[in-house]
């Protein structure tokens, strides 16, 4: 079927699609009569049904019950980020006690660089790819200079070496082989933001622990969006950022992964109170005992409203389950794939690589022409309400989320490029 998948109709696939139900448990940004074609949720997730009563329950708890409510509401504030974590865990690949829900996304990276990045005179180095996230990049450059390196020379970027601006585990290695004695850190993407390009997570892993580096990855574009297994990758780290695929809200609390091995070694890290030993800590004694697991590295006590949502948006991930969400989501984006192949290929390159293992929802569409149609094009979707999102100089990402987006959202994609290249000539 698949070399003819530009060809089925769109209500065919969602008819058969076992998880279109999920659809009904978000609430879609409207669109005039009807709803918008919402493919950002590789920037921001929708918002499930159940998190407003979820609020209103911690507002309910806080007003009748009051500080008694960290022990006696329905869903007890003490042990709060406890209830999250089975959900992470399966979000990870991971165990219960590799991973915790705290802090922020570039927040998490800094404090487990604290404790995971420790350069030496010989060894300063840390490795990301060139054309990272910002914040990522801000992170590591203010950390190596933090240790009195210096960026310049003790950072290192790896371009691109494949047509599209991906890079292949050959280059990694190709770096790895080169400089590797000189890095202490590889700090990884899980899927990159621009390209949408999926990494093999425990090959990273394998080259970069037989130079003797420490891993880490950036999950903010893999969590939520391919199922994971971080613990068998043998990663030191991770972190990543709940609103983009895990659908928990606009800055919600992150997550973060400190794997088995690491749970009791004595490590440098930033304390607070919270990452102090459960058993002991409202003894409040001067010495903090960590935590043994990700849970040592907690500062505070969590933001309860925040919490909330990713509680309820880990139930939906739950009960539709990663494996069965993976597999409609290779659907919708081959679907994607075929049509912008079949019907558009003057008006898009798709810069994303076409092996499904090597990617996840989301394809980064080139528009031919340059930055000027490209603009013309996002604002012509936008005015459509279809909605992705656009990333300079020509670049417009469109992520089909298996749990909200349906095939049908697909179709008016293609459908709505077509109708703007068809006057201007672009198509024939
Ligand atoms: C979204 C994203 C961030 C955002 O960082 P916050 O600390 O959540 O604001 C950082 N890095 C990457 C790779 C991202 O995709």
Same mark, same amino acid.
């Given at each position: 079927m698949s070399e003819h998948l +530009?060809?089925? &109709?769109a209500e065919a696939l969602d008819a058969a699609d076992p998880l279109r139900h999920f659809r009904d448990q978000f609430l879609l940004p409207r669109h005039g009569d009807g709803e918008q074609a919402y493919f950002c949720g590789n920037s921001l997730g929708l918002q499930p049904r159940g998190v407003r009563d979820a609020l209103l329950q911690e507002l309910d708890d806080w007003a009748a019950l009051g500080v008694e409510a960290h022990f006696h509401? %329905? +869903?007890?504030? =003490? @042990?709060?980020h406890n209830e999250v974590r089975d959900g992470l865990a399966h979000i990870a690949g991971a165990l219960p006690s590799e991973v915790v829900a705290m802090n922020s996304l570039t927040a998490n990276l800094h404090l487990l660089m604290v404790s995971f990045y420790r350069p030496t005179a010989e060894r300063p180095a840390i490795l990301i790819e060139a054309g990272a996230f910002p914040s990522d990049r801000h992170a590591v450059a203010t950390q190596i200079r933090f240790h009195g390196f210096d960026p310049a020379r003790d950072l290192i970027e790896l371009e691109p070496d494949e047509p599209n601006g991906t890079i292949s585990l050959a280059a990694i290695d190709r770096v790895l082989g080169e400089h590797g004695h000189r890095i202490a850190l590889v700090l990884w993407p899980?899927?990159?933001? %621009?390209?949408g390009q999926a990494f093999d997570l425990a090959a990273i892993t394998r080259l970069a622990h037989a130079r003797g580096c420490r891993v880490g990855f950036d999950l903010a574009h893999a969590a939520g969006n391919l199922p994971l297994a971080l613990h068998d990758s043998g990663a030191d780290f991770a972190a990543w950022c709940s609103y983009k695929y895990l659908n928990a809200g606009p800055g919600a609390v992150a997550g973060a992964f400190v794997h088995e091995r690491h749970a009791r070694a004595d490590l440098p890290r930033f304390a607070g109170w919270w990452g102090h030993d459960q058993a002991t800590r409202?003894? =409040?004694? @001067?010495e903090f005992v960590p935590t043994p697991g990700?849970?040592?590295w907690q500062l505070s006590n969590p933001p309860i409203l925040a919490l909330a949502p990713l509680r309820v948006s880990l139930e939906l991930f739950g009960r539709a389950g990663l494996p069965a969400l993976r597999e409609k989501s290779e659907k919708l984006t081959a679907y994607l794939e075929a049509l912008v192949r079949a019907r558009l290929p003057d008006v898009l390159d798709i810069?994303? &690589?076409?092996?499904p293992e090597r990617r996840g929802c989301q394809l980064s569409l080139r528009v031919r022409g340059g930055r000027d149609q490209g603009r013309a094009l996002f604002e012509h979707l936008v005015a459509q309400g279809i909605v992705g999102d656009w990333r300079e100089p020509d670049v417009i990402r469109i992520s089909p989320v298996p749990l909200y987006n349906q095939f049908a959202d697909v179709r008016r994609f293609i459908a709505a490029v077509e109708a703007w290249a068809a006057p201007a000539g672009a198509v024939a």
């Amino acid at each position: 079927m698949s070399e003819h998948l +530009h060809q089925v &109709p769109a209500e065919a696939l969602d008819a058969a699609d076992p998880l279109r139900h999920f659809r009904d448990q978000f609430l879609l940004p409207r669109h005039g009569d009807g709803e918008q074609a919402y493919f950002c949720g590789n920037s921001l997730g929708l918002q499930p049904r159940g998190v407003r009563d979820a609020l209103l329950q911690e507002l309910d708890d806080w007003a009748a019950l009051g500080v008694e409510a960290h022990f006696h509401g %329905r +869903h007890p504030w =003490m @042990p709060y980020h406890n209830e999250v974590r089975d959900g992470l865990a399966h979000i990870a690949g991971a165990l219960p006690s590799e991973v915790v829900a705290m802090n922020s996304l570039t927040a998490n990276l800094h404090l487990l660089m604290v404790s995971f990045y420790r350069p030496t005179a010989e060894r300063p180095a840390i490795l990301i790819e060139a054309g990272a996230f910002p914040s990522d990049r801000h992170a590591v450059a203010t950390q190596i200079r933090f240790h009195g390196f210096d960026p310049a020379r003790d950072l290192i970027e790896l371009e691109p070496d494949e047509p599209n601006g991906t890079i292949s585990l050959a280059a990694i290695d190709r770096v790895l082989g080169e400089h590797g004695h000189r890095i202490a850190l590889v700090l990884w993407p899980g899927v990159q933001y %621009r390209t949408g390009q999926a990494f093999d997570l425990a090959a990273i892993t394998r080259l970069a622990h037989a130079r003797g580096c420490r891993v880490g990855f950036d999950l903010a574009h893999a969590a939520g969006n391919l199922p994971l297994a971080l613990h068998d990758s043998g990663a030191d780290f991770a972190a990543w950022c709940s609103y983009k695929y895990l659908n928990a809200g606009p800055g919600a609390v992150a997550g973060a992964f400190v794997h088995e091995r690491h749970a009791r070694a004595d490590l440098p890290r930033f304390a607070g109170w919270w990452g102090h030993d459960q058993a002991t800590r409202f003894k =409040m004694g @001067p010495e903090f005992v960590p935590t043994p697991g990700a849970d040592g590295w907690q500062l505070s006590n969590p933001p309860i409203l925040a919490l909330a949502p990713l509680r309820v948006s880990l139930e939906l991930f739950g009960r539709a389950g990663l494996p069965a969400l993976r597999e409609k989501s290779e659907k919708l984006t081959a679907y994607l794939e075929a049509l912008v192949r079949a019907r558009l290929p003057d008006v898009l390159d798709i810069v994303t &690589p076409a092996e499904p293992e090597r990617r996840g929802c989301q394809l980064s569409l080139r528009v031919r022409g340059g930055r000027d149609q490209g603009r013309a094009l996002f604002e012509h979707l936008v005015a459509q309400g279809i909605v992705g999102d656009w990333r300079e100089p020509d670049v417009i990402r469109i992520s089909p989320v298996p749990l909200y987006n349906q095939f049908a959202d697909v179709r008016r994609f293609i459908a709505a490029v077509e109708a703007w290249a068809a006057p201007a000539g672009a198509v024939a």
